[in-house]
């Protein structure tokens, strides 16, 4: 239940933020110079214990490849439901993306984390390559990922 009422509140806050008390939040996704195909990014939640929350964005328009989105993938269980109206077209080497969504407050300094998992066809996945927590101190400050992130940070 618990986990229901999580999903329907992270739906509202961003499909709906007049409803509910909603920060702008920036998410920021550099990658490296990798020499390969656009990359497949999933950006999601987890809370403190690492359990899938919710989706934020997927760039990659062909669902087929959504699979090599390990983290994500799982955690989502590849229900369009979870990523409709969330996602956009794939990055390429050496691109930025750049996303702007309206979060609850309640996300944010609460033991969530945001986690970006990659992946390029013909090429090594990442999950995780970045996992942040999501806290006002966290804000504005750049990370890298362990993977094609060359930097990933966010900003209210």
């Known amino acids: 239940m618990k986990k229901i009422l999580l999903a329907l509140g992270l739906a509202v806050a ?9 920060r702008e939040v920036t998410f920021t996704t550099e990658l490296y110079d ?3 195909d656009g990359a497949y990014i999933a950006l999601y939640l987890t809370d403190a214990s690492g359990a899938y929350q ?15 989105l390990s983290g994500w993938a799982r955690g989502s269980r590849l229900d369009p ?7 956009g077209a794939s990055i390429t080497s050496g691109r930025t993306l750049k996303i702007t969504l ?17 992946a390029v066809e013909d090429m090594r996945d990442n999950r995780a390559d970045v996992a942040l927590p999501l806290t006002t101190d966290g804000a504005g400050t750049p990370v890298s990922g362990r993977g094609y992130v060359r930097l990933f940070r966010y900003d209210f």
């Open 14 to 22: 961003v499909a709906l933020p007049a409803l509910a008390q909603a």
């Open 102 to 118: 309206d979060l609850d407050d309640a996300l944010i300094d609460s033991g969530y984390e945001v986690r970006v998992d990659t």
């Open 54 to 68: 919710g989706t934020l964005w997927v760039a990659g328009k062909k669902s087929k490849y959504y699979k090599h």
């Open 34 to 36: 990798y020499g390969g």
């Open 81 to 87: 439901a979870e990523y409709d109206g969330l996602t």
